[in-house]
């Protein structure tokens, strides 16, 4: 679960980037419960999926040309220029630079050296996410990636993070990670390397988020239901939980999870 969102190098903001907001925020009301709040005219659409009032993630249009629906992590930062600076010298690419957002904060968007798409909040009048761990909100993030030592010593050089292998069988490794300093209490997220199969039949490298739920099952009955598209069937994660991958009704990919120690 999700400890470090109040550190330098912990995710502490999510959005999804679609070609249809009020379509998505319907697929994702009707799936989680969640209610959509407007950020103003101003925002060109974008507005905040909240639970009991209290912010959870983010919607918005797609707004880089060739894009496609995909949710954003946000990794906090002190300072996002020097994270840009950083994210080029350690082999990645500035997908837009550092730019303020009125008096919120100030982001910028990369793109590590295997493909994945992230993004930084310099957090000022708007610190992050208000709610998470809780059920029907952001528990734990995953990279899917094509060279996951690559990724590791990305990561490792921008963010500082720690990380520590865990093996899960013959050829298989998942390495959590967390911010410098925090140990395995602070472990966030998760890096696992896509295999090869998988890479044959065009899988791309790709951060997407866990949503707590209180039954993996229904919650995937019904997002089916309202058009979304199963790539892993709920299954049995020992220690962990029930968990499932889905698509979104536009092909943004996310999952779910009720855990254990939930």
Sequence with gaps: ????TNVPGGPNWLDLGTPDIDAAVAFYEGTFGWQ???AGPEAGGYGFLQKDGKTLAA???LTEEGASSAWTVYFRTLDADATAKAVEQAGGTVRFPPTDIFTEGRMAGFTDP?????AVWEARDMDGLEVVNEPRTLSWIELYTT???????FYRA???WEMRDMPMGPDVV???AGPAGGGEATMHGGIMQLPAEHMQRGSSSEWHPYFEVENCDTVVARAQELG??????AVDADGVGRLAMLLDPFGAPFAVITSETA
């Design 1 to 4: 679960m999700l400890t470090s």
């Design 36 to 38: 959509f709040q407007s």
């Design 59 to 61: 919607v918005g249009p």
């Design 114 to 118: 295997a493909g994945a798409e992230f």
């Design 147 to 153: 060279d996951a030592a690559a990724a590791k010593d």
């Design 158 to 160: 921008v963010l500082s």
């Design 174 to 176: 998942y390495t959590i």
């Design 228 to 233: 979304a598209t199963v790539i892993i069937p």
